[in-house]
Nanobody, 128 residues
Framework: QVQLVESGGGLVQAGDSLRLSCVASGLTVSSAAMGWFRQAPGKEREFVAAMSWNAANIYYADSVKGRFSISGDNIKNTVYLQMNSLKPEDTAVYYC?????????????????????WGRGTQVTVSS
């Protein structure tokens, strides 16, 4: 059974940093595509970042490029999202997702449907 468990969310002020973690179990993460999505109140879930486990493919949404960084730890089976220079508009529930690595070949890494497994999310709130 695949499980993705996110942690690291919280309430911070604009300009602060947070690091989200996603621990994967029941999944061979070294062969998976890992992604982060977020959903703000009243909005649709949107793509944030994605990476292949060997880091050969890394992509970011334009809204977070230069501020967020996705990385992984093969030994800990964990993927991270380092978020710097946080803005109030980054407030959302952040979800970790895992899918087939072919999503990078097909260019579908930013689509929710490309990911089979999802965590329950962690809340990030950025105050102004």
């Amino acid at each position: 059974q695949v499980q993705l468990v996110e942690s690291g969310g919280g309430l911070v002020q604009a300009g602060d940093s947070l690091r989200l973690s996603c621990v994967a179990s029941g999944l061979t993460v070294s062969s998976a595509a890992m992604g982060w999505f977020r959903q703000a109140p009243g909005k649709e879930r949107e793509f944030v970042a994605a990476m292949s486990w060997n880091a050969a493919n890394i992509y970011y949404a334009d809204s977070v490029k230069g501020r967020f960084s996705i990385s992984g730890d093969n030994i800990k089976n964990t993927v991270y999202l380092q978020m710097n220079s946080l803005k109030p508009e980054d407030t959302a529930v952040y979800y970790c997702a895992a899918g087939a690595p072919s999503t990078f070949n097909t260019g579908t890494y930013s689509r929710q449907g490309a990911y089979r497994y999802w965590g329950r999310g962690t809340q990030v709130t950025v105050s102004s």
